[in-house]
């Protein structure tokens, strides 16, 4: 079992629709980190929480620490906002520093 | 922008080649990660970086190996290259080694080997 779990895989979404993807974890973690990067392109950090929630623009990720869970949330859902999205958490059976286990990423397409 | 420069965006070279792949790290950021982004494996974490030091270890072959220089600059150095390490090889900088604050990535360097 992977140490980072996404859902879903894929998701398709007309846009203005309110998206969520959620990421669990089996391990103890210090940090969470939200990615995204386009096809082809770069990765962009999203956000990084240890806790609560957080929000920029019309994204927001939230974190329980005691369930192992996490959901990054786009709200009214635009075309440029597909690409892949992963979660990757900093900690766990690792222990360097900065050790990121990544999820396999969910590709969100967004069609106008 | 991110701030963090990766060189080359693509290169392509021959099995049992020899490459070496460059990262500028954020200005004032000490700490450069590198990782590897394969179809069958996602993202992997090969190798961190703090100060010219080597920090952590990750999934990194013993034919792959790097170095951080004095002005932060980072090499990876990929040596008797096969078919498999066809990948995107992403690198990353933080302020510190703590992890405790955000990393940032660089564009990439899509490695193909025929």
């Known amino acids: 079992k992977n140490e980072v779990e996404q859902s879903p895989q894929n998701l398709t979404a007309q846009e203005g629709e309110f998206i969520t993807i959620n990421c669990s974890y089996s391990v103890g973690i210090s940090a969470l980190h939200w990615l995204q990067q386009h096809p082809g392109g770069g990765i962009v950090s999203l956000f990084m929480l240890s806790s609560g929630k957080k929000k920029h623009g019309r994204l927001i990720a939230t974190i329980n620490i005691q369930e192992k869970h996490s959901s990054l949330h786009i709200t009214a859902s635009h075309p440029r906002d597909s690409a892949v999205y992963i979660c990757a958490v900093k900690g766990g059976s690792g222990g360097s520093n900065y050790k990121l286990t990544f999820g396999k990423g969910t590709l969100l397409t967004v069609n106008p | 922008d991110s701030g963090v420069t990766q060189t080359p965006k693509h290169l392509i070279t021959a099995t049992g080649q020899r490459v070496t792949l460059r990262c500028s790290p954020r200005?004032?950021?000490?700490?450069v990660y590198w990782y590897q982004q394969s179809l069958d494996q996602g993202l992997q974490f090969l190798i961190q970086y703090y100060n010219g030091e080597e920090r952590a270890k990750g999934n990194i072959l013993e034919r792959f190996s790097a170095q951080q220089f004095p002005d932060l600059h980072s090499e990876l150095n990929l040596s008797s290259l096969e078919l498999g390490d066809s990948a995107l090889y992403f690198c990353?900088?933080?302020?510190?080694?703590?992890?405790?604050?955000?990393?940032?990535f660089g564009q990439g360097t899509r490695l193909t080997v025929v």
């Open positions: 200005s004032g950021d000490l700490s």
């Open positions: 990353a900088s933080s302020v510190n080694s703590l992890g405790n604050t955000e990393a940032f």
